[in-house]
């Protein structure tokens, strides 16, 4: 199976927040942006196997900074690591006020998700090409990551 880079699955969605995303104080519901970034990472896993991909787990998600009403919201994807059927994504959420050109960084996380057979069942994925020193440094903490999830699973059974 041909690899394929980190560009390659590269996402941005950029979405004006209104009402009926935020709660009676004008902040943006954190289940909103969580979707947000959910589809965004998943369009990203997507668009690098060329199959379906569904979430399996998201590393915890701090909001760094309230969104509000009127923000413009842009959720940028790319996948960060791969396994045989597994893929992570990282995923950054910026907020832009549009009357002041301010622009804040939300939060940063990494989203994992497996591809998909025609029959629903986990299906090896392209390995990634990492080009970039950046690119190759977010990898070898993906697999950091990684090791941490399998460690938690494991405790957990």
Not at 107 to 132: E, K, Q, W
Not at 135 to 154: D, G, N, S, T, Y
Request: proline fraction near 4%; include cysteine; charged fraction near 20%.
């Amino acid at each position: 199976m041909e690899g394929k880079t980190v560009q390659e699955s590269r996402v941005v969605l950029t979405q004006v927040m209104g009402p009926t995303d935020a709660n009676l104080l004008g902040n943006v519901h954190g289940g909103h942006i969580m979707k947000l970034c959910d589809e965004a990472g998943g369009m990203a896993a997507i668009r690098h196997a060329r199959r379906p991909a569904v979430t399996v787990t998201v590393d915890s998600m701090t909001f760094l900074s309230p969104v509000h009403i009127g923000d413009l919201v842009t959720v940028q994807a790319e996948v960060s690591w791969v396994g045989h059927t597994s893929i992570e994504t990282r995923v950054v959420v910026m907020t832009e006020d549009l009357l002041t050109g301010k622009v804040t960084h939300t939060n940063t996380a990494y989203f994992v998700y497996v591809g998909l057979d025609d029959n629903g069942r986990p299906a090896p994925v392209p390995p990634l090409i990492c080009l970039t020193e950046e690119e190759k440094l977010r990898c070898q903490q993906a697999e950091q990551r990684r090791a941490e999830r399998l460690k938690r699973h494991q405790s957990e059974i």
